[in-house]
């Protein structure tokens, strides 16, 4: 891992990119009109845009040509979080933002959308087409009895259909919420039904790994449970017809309106997005069309440095915040690539084909996606001519160390590797991409502008090349409006200010570096802490994962009942390998070596596999409680996991240990 006393960069823009970076033009005009430094480059307007967050703020909404049908009486009223309130008094809406390049003559007939199957021949849309469809949904809907405020909900794959709905509920005002097809009906409900949508939108099944997945019991299930449902709209995915009583998604799509946007206050909600919900019911969490709208314009527009002429590639699935930040590129007048199917089909390298057959400029995908094709021993920049794409970054898990050296040798050397961290809380990113900013080795480049992102010890004591608690000091538009269903806001505050009482805690541990950049651990609440040493299960995992015997690995760090500290290391093998004294060293010298003696695990342990919730992150703390002893039914959610079946390992495992 890059220290701050070995800060030389992987990589580093040149003069030219700099100059060209909108970032870079953001902050002259900021300084020319707002007061923001001319000079310092990124730091100094990192710190402006924290101290002057106001300011900064405002800047944001001129800059992007914000449209407030009624103006704002102020930028910040009530400061506090939770519970800040942003530009009181304005109204406007999402929709309209993220179809206003459709206005343009000059650019309404090139893509809005690029969809992709695992058959990979393009579908295009166009503004044009996309606005006209919007226009026409959202009159539909209208004609439905649906109304500001009402939820409107989505069991869609990633294909333009759930994005003309997501933008057609955003612009009558209702309230968007989805999930992914190949969601059980269990956590589908568990989602839904907390939110009591008025319209599904449905597909009959989807393709993925080459095969159909037909989801019509599915449906038929989610029809009968969810009993505020006025309509259900088919979309024949399979090829089959719209069953009794469904709407057909043809004939809601037709008709040549022209779209109205409900103009909504700031605040008024876009979306319900949900934690993973392991351990109990998924939070959903509400975010405001004025606070996505403003934070997604800086995200997408500033840090990502998308604009017109780009093609956005993100692989996602609409049971994923990323789905959500992805559709938002059409705000800056970016072609959003949308790809439905395995990200691995028909071979690990699918990915890079996509990105060569789109024309992608920024390639977003994960950091175990980057870790499987090193693995796999594919060779992107051999193999398919990328020489489009600007930037690859990666999120969902700490880009490794190896993870960089391999993006930097396989893909290109000249290229921005952007390693990003966030949350569905907020659906952005607390830290990463700065296209103006050198990439060094394992590390994220900087916290994002308007983010007072600080690492914290137990006391509140703010640290410096130190391990600490990720914490937000000021508030972002973006944090939740509130959760649904909690009404006094208990559940929103236990969740982010219980530790620091008005201060956001995310619960990762993080280092500052001196030089500016970010190093994510993993997450605190499985922090591993021997002898006083803690350290992030990330870093375990991408020292072990380096060694080719091992496909995955989990960790967990158990306090014992008896003052005593037990940390196993399951280990899922790669196909042929075998778990003999032999590897069982080679693991322990791995980590002795590369990390700390004290890490060294007490148990290395063979496992059938590794389970992950349903957007892919490994389960640590449900595995940790079952260790402890307690019951599957009570350690975990069972429709958040991927793969429920591995989880009776670790139970069985408590049972003879006890």
């Given at each position: 891992?890059?220290?701050?006393?070995?800060?030389?960069?992987?990589?580093?823009?040149?003069?030219?990119?700099?100059?060209?970076?909108?970032?870079?033009?953001?902050?002259?005009w900021?300084?020319?009109?707002?007061?923001?430094?001319?000079?310092?480059?990124?730091?100094?307007?990192?710190?402006?845009?924290?101290d002057?967050?106001?300011?900064?703020?405002?800047?944001?909404?001129?800059?992007f040509?914000v449209?407030?049908?009624?103006?704002?009486e102020?930028?910040?009223g009530?400061?506090?979080?939770?519970?800040?309130?942003?530009?009181?008094?304005?109204t406007?809406?999402?929709?309209?933002?993220?179809l206003r390049?459709?206005e343009?003559?000059?650019?309404?007939?090139?893509?809005?959308l690029i969809?992709?199957?695992?058959a990979?021949?393009?579908?295009?849309?166009?503004w044009?087409?996309?606005?006209?469809?919007?226009?026409?949904l959202?009159?539909?809907?209208?004609?439905?009895g649906v109304?500001?405020?009402?939820?409107?909900?989505?069991y869609?794959?990633?294909?333009p259909q759930?994005?003309?709905?997501?933008?057609a509920?955003?612009?009558?005002?209702?309230?968007?919420t989805?999930?992914?097809?190949?969601?059980?009906?269990?956590?589908?409900?568990?989602?839904?039904?907390?939110?009591?949508?008025?319209?599904l939108?449905?597909?009959?099944?989807?393709?993925y790994?080459?095969?159909?997945?037909?989801?019509?019991?599915?449906?038929?299930?989610?029809r009968r449970?969810?009993?505020?449902?006025?309509?259900?709209?088919?979309i024949?995915l399979?090829?089959?017809?719209?069953?009794?009583?469904?709407?057909?998604?043809?004939?809601?799509?037709?008709?040549?309106t022209?779209?109205?946007?409900?103009?909504?206050?700031f605040d008024?909600?876009?979306?319900?997005?949900?934690?993973?919900?392991?351990?109990?019911?998924?939070?959903?969490?509400?975010?405001?069309?004025?606070?996505?709208?403003?934070?997604?314009?800086?995200?997408l527009?500033?840090?990502?440095?998308?604009?017109?002429?780009?093609?956005?590639?993100?692989?996602?699935?609409?049971?994923?915040?990323?789905?959500?930040?992805?559709?938002?590129?059409?705000?800056?007048?970016?072609?959003?690539?949308?790809?439905?199917?395995?990200?691995?089909?028909?071979?690990?390298?699918?990915?890079?084909?996509?990105?060569?057959?789109?024309?992608?400029?920024?390639?977003?995908?994960?950091?175990?996606?980057?870790?499987?094709?090193?693995?796999?021993?594919?060779?992107?920049?051999?193999d398919?001519?990328?020489?489009?794409?600007?930037?690859?970054?990666?999120?969902?898990?700490?880009?490794?160390?190896d993870?960089?050296?391999?993006?930097?040798?396989?893909?290109?050397?000249?290229?921005?590797?952007?390693?990003?961290?966030?949350?569905t809380?907020?659906?952005?990113?607390?830290?990463?991409?700065?296209?103006?900013?050198?990439?060094?080795?394992?590390?994220?480049?900087?916290?994002c502008?308007?983010?007072?992102?600080?690492?914290?010890d137990?006391h509140?004591?703010?640290?410096?090349?130190?391990v600490?608690?990720?914490?937000?000091?000021?508030?972002?538009?973006?944090?939740?409006?509130?959760?649904w269903?909690?009404?006094?806001?208990?559940?929103?505050?236990?969740s982010?200010?219980?530790?620091?009482?008005?201060?956001?805690?995310?619960?990762?541990?993080?280092?500052?570096?001196?030089?500016?950049?970010v190093?994510?651990?993993?997450?605190?609440?499985?922090?591993?802490?021997?002898?006083?040493?803690?350290?992030g299960?990330?870093?375990?995992?991408?020292?072990?994962?380096?060694?080719?015997?091992?496909?995955?690995?989990?960790?967990?760090?158990?306090e014992e009942?008896?003052?005593?500290?037990?940390?196993?290391?399951f280990?899922?093998?790669?196909?042929?390998?075998?778990?003999?004294?032999d590897?069982?060293?080679?693991?322990?010298?791995?980590?002795?070596?590369?990390?700390?003696?004290?890490?060294?695990?007490?148990?290395?342990?063979?496992?059938?596999g590794?389970?992950?919730?349903?957007t892919?992150?490994?389960?640590?703390?449900?595995?940790k409680?079952?260790?402890?002893?307690?019951?599957?039914?009570?350690?975990?959610?069972?429709?958040?996991?991927?793969?429920?079946?591995?989880?009776?390992?670790?139970?069985e495992l408590?049972?003879?240990?006890s």
């Open positions: 891992m890059t220290s701050a006393a070995n800060p030389a960069p992987l990589w580093q823009p040149d003069a030219d990119r700099i100059a060209a970076a909108r970032i870079t033009r953001f902050q002259a900021a300084a020319e009109r707002y007061g923001a430094p001319a000079d310092g480059g990124y730091p100094a307007l990192h710190r402006w845009s924290v002057e967050l106001e300011t900064f703020w405002k800047a944001v909404a001129d800059w040509d449209r407030f049908s009624t103006p704002y102020r930028i910040l009530e400061r506090t979080m939770p519970g800040a309130q942003w530009f009181t008094g304005a406007l809406n999402y929709a309209e933002h993220a390049t459709a343009d003559p000059a650019h309404s007939h090139e893509p809005a969809h992709m199957d695992e990979h021949e393009p579908t295009l849309v166009s044009s087409e996309l606005r006209r469809q919007v226009g026409s959202a009159a539909e809907l209208r004609a439905l109304r500001p405020g009402d939820r409107v909900s989505g869609l794959p990633n294909i759930a994005v003309t709905a997501l933008l509920t955003a612009a009558v005002g209702a309230v968007w989805s999930c992914a097809p190949d969601f059980g009906a269990r956590s589908v409900l568990d989602r839904f039904q907390q939110v009591e949508p008025v319209v939108f449905t597909v009959d099944g989807y393709r790994g080459g095969k159909e997945h037909d989801r019509r019991d599915t449906v038929a299930e989610l449970e969810l009993p505020t449902l006025r309509a259900v709209v088919h024949p399979l090829g089959t017809p719209a069953p009794e009583g469904a709407l057909a998604w043809s004939d809601l799509t037709s008709s040549d022209e779209p109205v946007f409900e103009q909504v206050p008024h909600p876009l979306w319900v997005l949900y934690s993973s919900g392991t351990t109990g019911l998924p939070k959903a969490i509400v975010q405001s069309q004025g606070g996505i709208l403003i934070e997604h314009f800086k995200q527009g500033l840090h990502c440095d998308l604009g017109p002429g780009d093609r956005f590639f993100w692989y996602t699935s609409t049971g994923w915040m990323m789905w959500n930040f992805l559709v938002s590129g059409l705000l800056t007048g970016t072609t959003v690539i949308l790809y439905d199917g395995s990200p691995g089909y028909p071979e690990t390298g699918a990915q890079w084909a996509i990105a060569e057959r789109t024309g992608a400029t920024l390639f977003g995908t994960s950091a175990a996606y980057v870790m499987a094709c090193r693995k796999a021993g594919v060779h992107p920049g051999r398919h001519d990328l020489s489009r794409i600007q930037c690859v970054a990666t999120t969902g898990s700490p880009l490794p160390p993870g960089f050296r391999w993006l930097h040798d396989e893909v290109r050397e000249d290229l921005w590797i952007a390693s990003v961290s966030g949350g809380d907020v659906c952005s990113c607390f830290a990463g991409a700065v296209p103006t900013l050198p990439v060094h080795i394992g590390e994220l480049q900087a916290p502008l308007g983010t007072d992102l600080q690492a914290w137990p509140g004591k703010p640290l410096t090349g130190e600490g608690e990720l914490v937000v000091t000021n508030p972002m538009p973006s944090m939740p409006i509130h959760f269903n909690d009404p006094d806001g208990s559940r929103y505050r236990d982010y200010f219980e530790m620091y009482p008005g201060v956001w805690r995310h619960g990762d541990w993080i280092t500052l570096t001196d030089h500016g950049s190093i994510i651990h993993g997450r605190s609440d499985s922090t591993l802490n021997r002898q006083g040493v803690r350290m299960s990330a870093d375990i995992y991408e020292a072990v994962e380096r060694l080719p015997e091992i496909r995955e690995s989990l960790v967990i760090g158990l009942p008896d003052g005593g500290y037990w940390m196993p290391l280990v899922h093998l790669a196909p042929g390998a075998t778990l003999d004294d590897l069982r060293e080679r693991i322990k010298r791995t980590i002795r070596e590369q990390l700390s003696p004290r890490h060294v695990p007490d148990d290395i342990i063979e496992v059938p590794v389970p992950h919730t349903l892919g992150k490994r389960i640590e703390v449900p595995v409680r079952l260790l402890q002893g307690t019951a599957l039914a009570k350690a975990v959610n069972p429709g958040s996991v991927d793969n429920i079946e591995l989880l009776r390992f670790y139970e408590a049972r003879t240990r």
